[in-house]
T-cell receptor, first 112, second 113 residues
Framework: AQSVTQLGSHVSVSEGALVLLRCNYS??????LFWYVQYPNQGLQLLLK??????LVKGINGFEAEFKKSETSFHLTKPSAHMSDAAEYFC??????????FGSGTRLSIRP | NAGVTQTPKFRILKIGQSMTLQCAQD?????MYWYRQDPGMGLKLIYY???????DKGEVPNGYNVSRSTTEDFPLRLELAAPSQTSVYFC????????????FGQGTRLTVV
């Protein structure tokens, strides 16, 4: 069955530092991959998605992710963290049309 | 733009009571989903629907029921509420194309006491 694994339930970085949130997927066929962000007491909103084509995907708020088939990874990065980036981030996979499966989430904290 | 609308936002239920969580979308999406979110567990799929009259179980369907009589609405029914159903529930919808994302409602925070 398709699934995603997010390494690290909590990541803390200093303001201005690199953000790296890890996501690995399990699938024999590359799926469609998504990163969502959830701010406190809100629903999820899409940050970016990989479908086909360019493996480096740019999203909103300066985030980007690189699809690496050889590593079955889709890690999320941002060069310089901002206080407003504090939130929970979810990686998700959609291989078949019907189901979207989410990882367990990574809470990102930003230190002043 | 309304998007995906969930009601109510908060609810406290007593053990054994039942209730229906409402979800409506105005984007003409074929697919709709119900997830529950528990701390540290991510989102678990409860039920999903690929169109009016068609529903299927997700990862954690026990204790829940759904129906889909229209494209717009996808209510989630809790029968005989249990403390284990204390959670935040999210409804989402999407187009059927595999390369499209889901759009989420704001969630319903349910406490069973």
């Amino acid at each position: 069955a398709q699934s995603v694994t997010q390494l690290g339930s909590h990541v803390s970085v200093s303001e201005g530092a690199l953000v790296l949130l890890r996501c690995n997927y399990s699938s024999s066929v590359p799926p469609y991959l998504f990163w969502y962000v959830q701010y406190p007491n809100q629903g999820l909103q899409l940050l970016l998605k990989y479908t086909t084509g360019a493996t480096l995907v740019k999203g909103i708020n300066g985030f980007e992710a690189e699809f690496k088939k050889s590593e079955t990874s889709f890690h999320l990065t941002k060069p310089s963290a901002h206080m407003s980036d504090a939130a929970e981030y979810f990686c998700a996979v959609r291989k078949f049309a019907s189901k979207i499966i989410f990882g367990s989430g990574t809470r990102l904290s930003i230190r002043p | 733009n309304a998007g995906v609308t969930q009601t109510p936002k908060f609810r406290i239920l007593k053990i054994g009571q039942s209730m229906t969580l409402q979800c409506a979308q105005d984007m003409n999406h074929n697919y709709m989903y119900w997830y529950r979110q528990d701390p540290g567990m991510g989102l678990k799929l409860i039920y999903y629907s690929v169109g009016a009259g068609i529903t299927d179980k997700g990862e954690v369907p026990n204790g829940y029921n759904v129906s889909r009589s229209t494209t717009e609405d996808f209510p989630l029914r809790l029968e005989l509420a249990a403390p284990s159903q204390t959670s935040v529930y999210f409804c989402a919808s999407s187009y059927q194309d595999t390369n499209t994302e889901a759009f989420f409602g704001q969630g319903t925070r349910l406490t069973v006491v």
